[in-house]
């Protein structure tokens, strides 16, 4: 209200547009509402300047016009929805709001100047009022949130590592599990606004990502870690002393809050015991990979709760060697889909190419009206697997919005002579929407209904009695929606399983480009690309209904992964039987990936042979140093071969 009573006191040209801005801007923490408000106006310039220099230029070729516009809309969607993170709507922001000035100014050409310069100012205006609010009135700070859903997860991280300890990592369990990546991911997306946040964790930035980092980390780690221990206790019903004494000891150490002090006395002793395995039959091999895992996981652990101790109080110091750690920590890299970017984009792009052709056909004066939805919603909905549904949602909220805002325009608003009499008719209708909109399930229908209601109620600049021109705009804009429906259903839809199966031909692909040597990104950079990707997929496969996704582990493709990692470090050695063996099985690797992309895997056998002849080379000479190696030779074999047998086929290389 305070956005729509200033844009009214100083006779800006549409206060609706200020008022619609604070409700697009408004997030439950102020940090994220100074951060989107920045991006909202960051958008706005760089849309409104695109019309101002297109509608000039193209005014008397309508058919150029229209190609121009749509191709501004489709290409400033498909790149931002190759950023994930919230600077993507300046992008996304950009695209519609050229069609938004562009399309509304068609008819008055001369007057774009002052349209692009109005929008500004509206959104600029509701941009402040939105952030001072949400500043003043009862903060929530972003900071406040992360160090709580930091300290949420590394508490999840530790009950994890217990269960596997204890043997409590029940299969039921790993739902649970998987729902972790989905939560890192929202951790780095909170990241993203600290920034702006007015907390002292502002300046702990770099902290947070050092924290983000082991959190990546840790769940590649922990599941490897259980996959060894499964392994042992298949082998034997009974542990051997050593790994029962590290049990012990690690369990009683996180027990014990992980403290930062014992790590490189842990470290010694894990070390120690790793070196005393003999590694003579499979139980050895596992068992060096368990300590191995287990010296990763202290590391991690232990530096993730040293790290957290010094978000909650700064005055607790880290160590030298951590400290200039997470100096040198930069932003990590999310999930892209180019190919899907593309195509959202081309949808946009055809979709209100179709919508300019019926305007320009027909000689419709509000045609404008249906570019501009069309536009909008396959914008704001790009990002989801299916966008079909959403836009009939958006269209079915604007058939409940004209109702009631005509109701408004022609029955409640003459008799209004007041601003504090428009307050308090506005309210009823909207203090309940704004509260609906707390309600996760309904957020989207409220927020929608509330933008559609308060857009149908000054779709005009001033308040117009003319309900064949009111109709009519509305109308033009359901027309955009439809087309923009069909289109997106025709081109751009998919189901769930296709979503999921597209998911996991990306980490084929990206496991291809690693095992071939193409993928130079370091371990940490690829676990977060990973991670992200598991957060996506987790949801889609608790959906699917494919028998072919029933039961898929989608934590093995990331723990294959990080063991393509460790052994990239075999390529910087001299040339040796083992690194010969190694690389043999990084070509046989990456072939495997890729045939799965294509749907005509190889012959599983072949890459057994491989991947046991390398295993059986670096346990009879093993270099100086390779134990991750071997380590991840191990969980290579358990991830991809777990039902055949090893020791059969070790003792017959051997002989």
Known sequence: MLALFLSMSIDLQRPYWAMLTVYIVSQPMAAAVRSKAIQRLLGTLLGASAAVIMLPLLVNTPALLSLAMALWVGGCLAVSLLDRSPRSYILMLAGYTAAIIGFSS???????????????????LGILCATVMHSLWFPSPVGDAIRTRIQNWLGDADHWALDILRSNAMTAMSRDRIRLAAAASEIHILATHLPFDTSNLREKTLVVRGLHDRILMLIPILSSLSDRLAAMREERLELDPQSVHAITRITGWINADAPAGEIPLLLEELNTLCGLICRNDWYSLNQIGFFSRLEDLVKALGEGHALLNHLHDPQTPLSAALDANINQTGARPMHKDPGLALLSGASATLAILIVCAVWIALGWDEGGASAIGASIVCCLFAAMDDPAPAIKTFGMSLLVAIPLAALYIFFIFPAINSFPILVLTLAPTMLPMGLIMLNPRMALPALITLLNFCNAMAIVERINSNFANFLNLNLSMFFGMLVAVLVNRSLRSMSTDASAKRLLHHTWKSLARLASGKNGEEPTAFASRMVDRLGLLAPRLALSRNEDLFGLDALKELRVGM????????????????????????????????????????????????????????????????????????????????????ITRFVEDIA
Do not use: W
């Not at 008819?107 to 959104?123: G, K, L, T, Y």
């Not at 063996?581 to 012959?603: C, D, F, G, P, W």
């Open 563 to 646: 063991d393509l990692v460790a052994l990239q470090n075999i390529r910087n050695l001299p040339q040796s039987p083992s690194r010969t063996a190694v690389e043999q099985l990084l070509q046989a690797m990456a072939k495997h990936y890729e045939s799965r992309t294509t749907a005509n895997a190889i012959h599983d056998e072949q890459l057994l042979s491989v991947l046991d002849h390398a295993l059986n080379t670096l346990t009879t000479g093993l270099p100086a140093g390779c134990v991750q190696t071997l380590t991840a030779l191990v969980g290579l074999r358990r991830n991809l071969f777990p039902q055949v047998p090893f």
């Open 106 to 124: 068609v008819n008055q050409p001369a007057e774009i100047f002052n349209m692009a310069v109005a929008r500004s100012e509206e959104i600029t």
